[in-house]
């Protein structure tokens, strides 16, 4: 019963307000003719002499007012919606019917005996009144909400902007929270009540305010929190034992992707950086905008963000090429909610396929190429030596190549981390590429190469793996426990890769600035914090560095010469260059190496190219190798 009078009295103010618009009327006369004789009341010590005067005022009074009420848009119903600026418009409205009524009442009627103090009586009352209501009618409805049995109760991190905003939204209608009190960093904000919603404290004694407080939830309410805001936040939402959620970043508000009463489970992605990337888009739009746009490896993570963020720059048209044939297909249904007005190609096609790419390059006639096609799998390529050469340096040099053939004028490869005293095979391929990129003579096709570290979620990101074995109740592996990686978020790093495209002049190996190393250990325990599940719950287990694979990464050679750009997230590299004839013998040499038998003349040649490749001396057969074989069963 009590539950149906909840309803009753939430439906009340929309029955009375919204659906008669003359009971809003009625009501509006009936305050200002209180007001009226309130002031007559208090004129006369509570006497109502010169009734008559009274009386032919009044309804001139109330005339004025409804007139006035309504040209400030102060007719509608939803008075628990009421807000400052219902507030202001009050006044405003008041203001100007009080001079109204006093020049028709005092010049052009001439009445007698109406007091001037009541003049500025009525119209103090009436501004309070027409509030009054206003605000009465939201406490009621608000209150009733608040209680309601189904309503979660919640405290909001956050005493900000963004608090009052996500206050005014949960109230506006039946999301299913209740917000009991807010926690912020600021002290001073300790005591005073937001939208009726009072401040409890700090963030760090949430645990402590939760049990004073009882809240169901925590919603977190700073959509510009950094990474580190955003894990001290989760850590006391941890300590307070309650789930807890966030409003979208600040980015994707500002692009309208989402709005604050949007929440969601925290990610990873928050905790690690919810900076926005600042670039220069007219720049960037300059070499894109109406041109043809060729992107290899477009159904990766890294090429798949590329065609989504090209598309904004509108390209004449945009190829997305691909040797797999199902993620070509779901990028496409992708991009086609995208489009922007551009003219979008699909065509599956291997880089290392020569005849194949001649022919689409032919077709297509590209102004730009991003060339993100690569095997990036460290441990897989270990055991694939050949293969990696072949696609990711001998697919380039082919790649190059017809390029030119067909006229493209700029051509832009995705680098890696790993290529900086590589210990592997995959980074040793992507050195090769990035000394073939400086060293080739421009012949009328600028080559920049951009290096950065691990994209967050990505397809050969370990974030995955966890994530899967998380699903399936296994434990975590971490092959060391200081073992740390440089990380970014997919959107971060190919915006970057497009500002660093713009500004980059030929030979150019540009530097994508990564942050601070991130512990993978780290990762992995952030990653079960936000399972819902303790550290006690999911064991984490060491099984050791692989063959190739470094405690940690770097951005940087000694001897490379870092430069700044104009874009402060981006560095440009000078180095040693590469002899482009002597480069050519050795890669010709590379690949007559790769006919002969085993990995030991293939690693041998990258390490002739790349003095700074080391790899362990174990003969044809890696220790990976032996690895897969041991549980393929073969041993």
Not at 29 to 45: I, Q
Not at 271 to 286: A, F, H, M, W, Y
Not at 567 to 572: A, D, F, G, L, V
Request: net charge neutral.
């Amino acid at each position: 019963m009590s539950s149906m009078i909840r309803k009753y009295l939430i439906r009340l103010p929309q029955v009375l307000f919204h659906q008669r618009p003359v009971f809003i009327s009625v009501v509006q006369t009936m305050l200002v003719t209180g007001s009226l004789v309130t002031s007559w009341l208090l004129r006369f010590d509570y006497s109502l002499p010169n009734r008559r005067v009274l009386l032919t005022s009044g309804l001139l009074l109330v005339v004025v007012r409804l007139i006035t009420l309504r040209l400030f848009n102060l007719n509608h119903g939803w008075w628990h919606f009421a807000s400052v600026s219902d507030a202001l418009n009050i006044l405003k409205a008041v203001t100007t019917g009080s001079i109204v009524f006093f020049a028709l009442n005092h010049y052009l009627l001439s009445t007698v005996g109406f007091p001037s103090a009541v003049y500025i009586l009525e119209a103090v009352l009436t501004a309070s009144f027409l509030a009054g209501a206003r605000l009465t009618s939201r406490v009621v409805v608000e209150s009733v909400r608040r209680d309601s049995l189904h309503s979660k109760r919640v405290i909001l991190a956050g005493a900000g902007f963004a608090a009052q905003m996500v206050i005014r939204e949960l109230a506006r209608g039946n999301n299913g929270y209740t917000v009991i009190g807010c926690v912020d960093d600021d002290r001073s904000k300790i005591g005073v009540h937001i939208q009726g919603v009072p401040v409890l404290g700090t963030i760090e004694k949430l645990g402590t305010l939760v049990q004073l407080n009882p809240a169901e939830e925590i919603l977190i309410a700073i959509p510009s929190a950094s990474g580190k805001q955003m894990q001290r936040i989760t850590d006391a939402c941890q300590k307070a034992k309650l789930p807890f959620k966030t409003v979208p970043t600040l980015s994707d508000i500002i692009r309208g992707e989402a709005s604050i009463n949007q929440f969601r489970e925290v990610s990873l992605e928050d905790l690690l950086g919810r900076e926005p990337v600042q670039i220069d888009l007219e720049s960037v739009r300059k070499e894109i905008a109406g041109r043809t746009v060729v992107v290899t490896g477009a159904a990766g993570s890294i090429g798949s963000e590329l065609c989504r963020q090209i598309i904004d720059y509108s390209p004449a048209q945009l190829v997305c090429l691909d040797q797999s044939e199902t993620g070509l297909f779901f990028l496409r249904l992708d991009l086609d909610r995208h489009q922007n007005g551009a003219q979008l190609a699909f065509r599956v096609a291997d880089v290392t396929d020569g005849e194949r790419i001649r022919y689409l390059l032919s077709e297509f006639r590209p102004n730009v190429i991003f060339h993100a096609a690569a095997y990036k799998h460290v441990p897989m390529m270990e055991c694939n030596i050949q293969e990696a050469v072949k696609n990711n340096v001998l697919g380039l040099l082919g790649l190059l190549d017809l390029a030119d053939e067909a006229g493209c004028r700029n051509f832009v490869l995705i680098s890696s981390d790993k290529a900086v005293n590589p210990t592997n095979v995959m980074g040793a391929t992507k050195r090769i590429c990035e000394l073939i990129l400086s060293s080739r003579p421009p012949n009328g096709m600028r080559c920049v190469s951009v290096r950065f570290g691990n994209v967050l979620g990505s397809s050969g990101s370990v974030i995955p793996v966890f994530k899967q074995q998380l699903r399936n109740h296994e434990p975590l592996t971490v092959t060391h426990p200081e073992i740390k990686r440089f990380f970014m978020m997919t959107r971060e790093a190919v915006a970057l890769v497009l500002q660093a495209f713009a500004i980059g002049k030929h030979g150019d190996v540009l530097v994508l600035d990564m942050g601070e190393p991130v512990r993978i250990l780290d990762l992995a325990r952030t990653l079960i914090r936000l399972s819902g599940k303790s550290e006690h719950d999911v064991e984490i287990r060491f099984t050791g560095l692989r063959e190739g694979e470094k405690l940690s990464e770097e951005l940087f050679y000694e001897r490379e010469e870092v430069i700044p750009t104009s874009c402060e997230k981006i560095k440009r590299t000078k180095g040693p260059l590469k002899d482009w004839p002597e480069l050519c013998r050795q890669l010709e040499e590379l690949r007559a190496s790769m006919s002969v038998d085993g990995a030991a003349p293939v690693r041998a040649k990258m390490k002739e190219i790349v003095p700074e490749y080391s790899f362990g001396q174990n003969g044809d057969e890696s220790v990976a190798e032996r690895h897969f074989r041991v549980v393929a069963g073969h041993d």
